[in-house]
Nanobody
Framework: QVQLVESGGGLVQPGGSLRLSCAAS????????MGWYRQAPGKERELVAR???????NYGDSVKGRFTISRDNARNTLFLQMNRLKPEDTAVYYC???????????????WGQGTQVTVSS
């Protein structure tokens, strides 16, 4: 019943921008902490950005100052605005709802299928 559907990925040149969306259904969206995570081939999943139900945000070190996470509770949608993209941003980007944040990372919750972002000349 719970569905998270990411969209907006694609191929972009270094220095360019993309805006990702995550459409949620089957949850009371406004009550959920939400996050974006990414995984590149051969690498561990890493935090990109999180936004709690109250609106407070945090970002992974590698994207601070370049990415902005936001949410539209009226539309049950999570966004990630990505600016000044770098080749090292290339990864599959996943949306998470309700994951538990621990000292070992975010676990559990619901996950989307992911959307591919490729930054290349």
């Amino acid at each position: 019943q719970v569905q998270l559907v990411e969209s907006g990925g694609g191929l972009v040149q270094p220095g360019g921008s993309l805006r990702l969306s995550c459409a949620a259904s089957g949850i009371i969206f406004s009550r959920y902490d939400m996050g974006w995570y990414r995984q590149a081939p051969g690498k561990e999943r890493e935090l990109v950005a999180r936004i709690v139900s109250g609106g407070i945000t945090n970002y992974g070190d590698s994207v601070k100052g370049r990415f902005t996470i936001s949410r539209d509770n009226a539309r049950n949608t999570l966004f990630l605005q990505m600016n000044r993209l770098k080749p090292e941003d290339t990864a599959v980007y996943y949306c998470n709802a309700g994951g538990a944040v621990t000292s070992r990372g975010t676990i559990g919750g619901y996950w989307g299928q992911g959307t591919q972002v490729t930054v290349s000349s």
